[in-house]
């Protein structure tokens, strides 16, 4: 069984460029989340995939978007990058009704 | 608006000196808490899921405990490799993610 993987771990990007962050799900988890965690911050929530449809929104402008594959893994794209969303982007995977959510290593995203 | 508070924010203590993390919680029908240690730069690792008020789960030197109102982490005898940030997460009806606290960072000396 393999765990949550994300791609890249470490990306550094120029303010108003585009990004794309990837994430692989554990096996036979069919929920993504997507998780922003400043320094010394908690994880503050993204949007949810499930099955392939955005099944909630955390207080993220339009810009912040994703997509959800046919075999569970997910992408965050962030548009128009600004020097505040550096952060370690996290990506979690779970399977309801279980209610635990398991989590990648992070992507560090570093906007200049 | 569900509400997570972690105390201490920072935690230090000597190899083998117990103590306990606290997570208090404001939120309109609660699911589950949920435990997660995070060591620097990486992603939290999952510890425990609490549901009920007066469960308790354990965890070589970690205990989780809940009440209608909080959760604390014990920490029994603590060693060196105890050290990095336990995050305290919510999961209530009608919400389909986590809402963490800030996190307690627990150094432990030898």
């Known amino acids: 069984e393999t765990g949550v993987t994300q791609s890249p771990t470490h990306l550094i990007k120029t303010r108003g460029q585009q990004v794309t962050l990837r994430c692989s799900s554990q096996s036979g988890h069919n929920t993504v989340s997507w998780y922003q965690q400043a320094l010394g911050q908690g994880p503050q929530f993204i949007f949810q995939?499930?099955?392939?449809?955005?099944?909630g929104r955390g207080n993220f402008p339009p810009r912040f978007s994703g997509l959800q594959f046919p075999n569970y893994s997910s992408e965050l794209n962030v548009n128009a990058l600004e020097l505040d969303d550096s952060a370690l982007y996290l990506c979690?995977?779970?399977?309801?009704?279980?209610?635990?959510?398991?989590f990648g290593q992070g992507t560090r995203l570093t906007v200049v | 608006e569900d509400q997570v508070t972690q105390s201490p924010e920072a935690l230090r203590l000597q190899e083998g000196e117990s103590s306990s993390l606290n997570c208090s919680y404001t939120?309109?029908?609660?699911?589950?808490l949920f435990w997660y240690r995070q060591d620097p730069g990486k992603g939290p690792e999952f510890l425990f899921t609490?549901?009920?008020a007066g469960e308790e789960k354990e965890k070589e030197r970690l205990k989780a405990t809940l009440t209608k109102k909080e959760s604390f982490l014990h920490i029994t005898a603590p060693k060196p490799e105890d050290s990095a940030t336990y995050l305290c997460a919510v999961l209530t009806t009608g919400r389909r993610a986590l809402t963490f606290g800030s996190g307690t960072r627990l150094q432990v000396q030898p």
């Open positions: 609490l549901y009920s």
């Open positions: 995939y499930y099955r392939e449809e955005e099944n």
């Open positions: 979690a995977s779970s399977l309801p009704p279980n209610t635990e959510a398991f």
């Open positions: 939120v309109s029908g609660l699911r589950g």
